[in-house]
Nanobody
């Protein structure tokens, strides 16, 4: 099982980025994929997740700005981030859990990809 996040970069406030999470070794139909972020000096927090059944969840601070989606044929999950704010600056990670219900608890995610850095300048 492998996950690989990509798509981070430097963007001005109000801009957009699209993160990708390429997965291998398992089917997206049976796993929930979560997006997490961790800013320097802060705890890792759940940003969004999408279950095998397609249920999505977002943390309040990104609702209306971020959209999670998946492409089973491509074995990939995406996080479209619009109207970015400086407080969105963090390392972003994708992770997988066998939970069939959406969850934002990092401890429930067994498999993790490496982070991709998102920096939003003011």
């Amino acid at each position: 099982v492998q996950l690989q996040a990509s798509g981070g970069g430097l963007v001005q406030a109000g801009g957009s980025l699209r993160l990708s999470c390429a997965v291998s070794g398992f089917s997206l139909d049976y796993y929930t994929i979560g997006w997490f972020r961790q800013a320097p000096g802060k705890e890792r927090e759940g940003v969004s997740c999408i279950t095998g059944g397609g249920t999505v969840r977002y943390t309040d601070s990104v609702k209306g700005r971020f959209t999670v989606s998946r492409d089973n044929a491509e074995n990939a999950v995406y996080l479209q981030m619009n109207s970015l704010k400086p407080e969105d600056t963090a390392a972003y990670y994708c992770a997988a859990t066998g939970s069939r219900v959406p969850t934002s608890f990092p401890a429930l995610y067994r498999f993790w990809g490496q982070g991709t850095l998102v920096t939003v300048s003011s």
